[in-house]
């Protein structure tokens, strides 16, 4: 089918690849401390079958 010129297989979107990873230590009942890690690589998304500027995205988060 078309759209405004475009058929349907040009508008697709790819979204990025995400990797996350996450950990946690517990001393003895006393506390835990945890650490998150998450990677999402929108430098290689596609919208119309293009790349655009983006960039990749590293989360870290920590916490206790």
């Known amino acids: 089918t078309h ?3 475009y ?3 040009d508008l697709d979107f ?3 690849q995400k990797f996350a990873f ?5 001393k003895h009942n006393h506390y ?3 650490a998150d890690v998450q990677v999402q690589q929108w430098a290689d ?3 119309f079958n293009k790349t ?4 990749n995205n590293l989360k870290i988060n920590v916490g206790g």
């Open 7 to 9: 058929s349907t297989r």
């Open 3 to 5: 759209v405004d010129n």
């Open 52 to 55: 655009d500027s983006l960039k």
């Open 22 to 26: 996450g950990a946690t230590f517990n």
């Open 32 to 34: 835990t401390v945890g």
């Open 45 to 47: 998304a596609k919208y």
């Open 14 to 16: 790819e979204m990025p």
